[in-house]
């Protein structure tokens, strides 16, 4: 698979003219071939034209359609794992294991949407059928489900080359829903990006789907992916990054003259909540376990552990210093990019500017991507004073917070801003009383973890990975993970009094797609 740097316009290939880059080995702090060439604005518009093109067909596609060119691509990754994996090592610092892993989180997913689309459960179907005789007004016959938006731009993520990236689950669940992609490749890893795009568009190809199907733009700036926002064709944006990039986007989207959605992934500190009675029962696992997430890819997940809060005792004091000592002696890893190496040093540093805070654990940091442990401590009523303190530091750092009591820990709760996670650490005794804890988390967060932690995120149809503002940009009204996925990229029609003929398939009397639908009030797959 030989990478040739240029961008995909459908079938053919982008501008020539574009500003080159090159990728970045961390590793090495040195770059890597070929050169790419970023697309330029005559590149966008194209591709969102053919988008727009495909746009109908695909929303004519039936659910099996759809899972079958799924398949395919989900199949095209595992046999390639070794040369995707190989690269995506090479641009990211990510350890070949994990990076083939990361391919099989990807294929997955794929497979799962494909089902979820061809199974049809997302439309929610529902049909209120017409009574003509009703008093004082006849009853109209009602038909709703969801319908596809349109052309979704994806903007490919840093931290996951393959699961939150060309083929990631964005991409994967806007394909289920029936909808056109443009790929925005991640600047951090483009020669991944090329590898598993051509991947996709043989699959396009061997489908005999429309050109407009799927396309794949380099940029190593902000212009194209400004450019792909605001076209007029693009119905909607799914993207996973930072809280300042993701707040761009979504307010830029809404100053559109047509305001579009933009499913932004985002800030989460993801507070981990530990109380005495689990101390006394396994102080010695919860370190372990914590310590684990914590510096789970560098810390650079967006489940990271990043606020972990304790009522202040003996023991919960020897277990903070038991952790601290192995965050000392956690050797230094390396970081995705420069620019985060930089962000995270530069977030360290104004934090242990902050009035009451204290560095507890603090590695050396030598290499140019480099990163070591650091933690802080402050008491809870200085975080609740201290807004920064409840903001992300993107790495292998956290806060932790002591409290006086119960009382003061469920005022930290209250004072939380959004995340994706929040995580309760119990006892056998104190469960019954944690009630009006976990009321408050559960409206901070879209998933709580009890005696667990956060990282590592399932592929699930129940799971959510959303959660209110900052977390996401939708105030966790949406999920990027999990079939629930699919809803972001549909919108609800209604037909009212449709002849049959003119009705969608899965609206007919005779249910040719065998789905469940609500028909007067009542789920059935039967015919009606």
């Known amino acids: 698979m030989k990478l040739d740097g240029v961008s995909f316009v459908g079938f053919g290939s982008g501008s020539p003219n574009g500003a080159a880059f090159r990728a970045f080995d961390p590793t090495l702090n040195a770059t890597v071939e070929p050169v790419f060439i970023s697309a330029t604005l005559v590149d966008v518009d194209r591709a969102a034209q053919l988008a727009a093109a495909a746009a109908p067909v695909w929303a004519a596609l039936s659910g099996a359609e759809r899972n079958r060119f799924l398949r395919l691509v989900a199949d095209k990754l595992v046999q390639h794992t070794a040369v995707l994996a190989a690269r995506a090592t090479q641009e990211t610092a990510i350890p070949l294991a994990r990076c083939e ?21 997302w439309l929610d179907a529902r049909i209120e059928t017409a009574i003509p005789d009703r008093k ?37 669940s806007a394909f289920a829903a029936g909808c056109p ?90 507070p981990v909540f530990i109380l005495p009675g689990a101390l006394a029962e396994r102080a010695a696992v919860i370190g372990d376990g914590l310590h684990a997430a ?15 809060v304790l009522q202040r005792s003996v023991p919960a004091e020897d277990f903070v210093r038991a952790l601290t000592g192995k965050l000392t002696a956690t050797a230094e890893g390396t970081m995705l990019t420069p620019g985060i190496r930089k962000n995270f040093a530069a977030g360290t540093a104004a934090r242990t500017q902050q009035p009451g805070v204290k560095v507890i654990a603090q590695g050396s940091m030598a290499a140019a991507c480099g990163a070591a442990p650091v933690w802080f401590e402050t008491d809870a009523v200085n975080f609740q004073r201290n807004h920064t ?109 449709f002849s049959e003929e003119l009705l969608p398939p899965e609206l007919q009397n005779a249910n040719p797609c065998g789905l469940r639908r609500l028909v007067n009030g009542q789920w059935t797959i039967a015919a009606m």
Not at 108 to 119: D, I, K
Not at 145 to 160: E, H, T
Not at 243 to 259: F, I, K, N, Y
């Open 181 to 270: 992609v443009i790929v925005k490749a991640h600047p951090a890893h483009p020669g991944t990006s090329e590898l598993v795009g051509v991947l996709i568009l043989q699959a396009v190809k061997e489908c005999g789907l429309p050109e407009g199907s799927f396309s794949l733009l380099f940029d190593a700036s902000i212009e194209i992916g400004q450019a792909l926002l605001k076209h007029p064709l693009v119905k909607a944006v799914g993207f996973t990054g930072s809280l300042h990039g993701g707040r761009a986007l979504a307010d830029a989207a809404a100053a559109r003259p047509e305001p579009i959605p933009v499913y932004a992934e985002m800030g989460s500190v993801n």
């Open 389 to 497: 303190l409840s903001e992300e530091i993107f790495g292998p750092s956290s806060l932790v917070v002591w409290c006086k009591d119960a009382v003061e820990m469920r005022d930290v709760a209250r004072h939380l801003e959004g995340s994706l996670t929040a995580t309760l650490q119990a006892g056998k005794d104190e469960t019954a009383q944690q009630g009006g804890l976990v009321a408050i988390l559960a409206a901070k967060a879209g998933r709580l973890v009890f005696n667990g932690f956060p990282t590592g995120v399932d592929v699930s149809h129940a799971m959510v990975h959303g959660g209110p503002y900052p977390s996401t940009s939708d105030g966790g009204r949406s999920t990027s993970v999990g079939t629930r996925a699919l809803n972001r990229w549909g919108r609800l029609v209604c037909y009212q009094n």
């Open 136 to 172: 004082p007004l006849p009853k109209p016959d009602h038909r709703s489900l969801m319908r596809p938006l349109g052309p979704v731009v994806v903007f490919g993520a840093s931290n996951f080359p393959f699961a939150y990236s060309v083929a990631g689950g964005d991409t994967a």
């Open 101 to 121: 892993s990361e391919i099989g989180r990807t294929a997955g997913p794929l497979r799962l949407y494909g089902e979820a689309a061809e199974r049809g459960d």
């Open 294 to 308: 914590a510096m789970l890819g560098v810390g650079q997940f967006c489940t990271n552990p990043g606020l972990i």
